[in-house]
């Protein structure tokens, strides 16, 4: 089945950018009616949508974020990745990534996630 | 933009006993876009329930989902130990105003 996993840097300094890429398995990323994303989860907190990219390259962010987040996907690596700049100690979080099911022209439910991965934003 | 509010925030049960959880939405949900999530302690959210009603696959039938508009529920039978986790729901459909409740910690009591 389709896993996914996520990889990038754990320690962030404010201000500068945050990478992460999540690397799929077990399927293509070019599979039609799924959209590849980002969600967030700060320490004891609830989960935030950061956004989702198809394989054509069409994305959506959330527009909180929107300003400061850009979504890539390489279809080569069976490989999606984000950035998002001026990291704060607010963007502290755990960093999943996930499969969105696209439905009714737009995005469903999460499944699968990734195991995700803690980023702190520290100097 | 919908917000969610799930009740209980903590909800303490025996193995065995039925749990309830409750998520309402500030604006009627349309198309019954609403998922719920299992998060244990260290462990990514898992999808329990799609489209209000419709079980993950591998989720138990013990677990059902239920309601219409602006509220809706999450029925675990009979609880098993592994089923003490936290619960969110998730109104998705909008894009991009997608939207997650706060989360009910469902405890062994």
């Known amino acids: 089945q389709v896993q996914l996993q996520e990889s990038g840097p754990g320690l962030v300094k404010p201000s500068e950018a945050l990478a992460l890429t999540c690397t799929v398995s077990g399927g293509s990323i070019s599979t039609s009616s799924y959209y590849w994303g980002w969600v967030r989860q700060p320490p004891g907190k609830g989960l935030e949508w950061i956004g989702s990219?198809?394989?054509?390259?069409?994305?959506y962010y959330n527009p909180s974020l929107k300003s400061r987040v850009a979504m890539s996907i390489d279809k080569s690596k069976n490989q999606f990745s984000l950035r998002l700049t001026s990291m704060t100690g607010a963007d502290t979080a755990v960093y999943y990534c996930?499969?969105?099911?696209?439905?009714?022209?737009?995005?469903?439910?999460?499944?699968?996630w990734g195991q995700g991965t803690l980023v702190t934003v520290s100097s | 933009e919908i917000v969610l509010t799930q009740s209980p925030g903590t909800l303490s049960l025996s193995p065995g006993e039925r749990a309830t959880l409750f998520c309402r939405a500030s604006q009627t949900v349309s198309s019954a876009h609403l998922a719920w999530y299992q998060q244990k302690p260290g462990q990514a959210p898992r999808l329990v329930i799609y489209?209000?009603?419709t079980r993950a696959t591998g989720v138990p039938d013990r677990f059902s989902g239920s309601g219409s508009g602006t509220d809706f529920t999450l029925t675990i039978s009979r609880l098993e130990p592994e089923d003490f986790a936290v619960y969110y729901c998730h109104h998705y459909g909008t894009t991009p105003r997608y939207t997650f409740g706060q989360g009910t910690k469902l405890e062994i009591k």
């Open positions: 996930a499969r969105a099911k696209w439905i009714s022209f737009s995005l469903g439910w999460f499944d699968p």
């Open positions: 489209d209000v009603f």
């Open positions: 990219i198809y394989h054509s390259g069409s994305t």
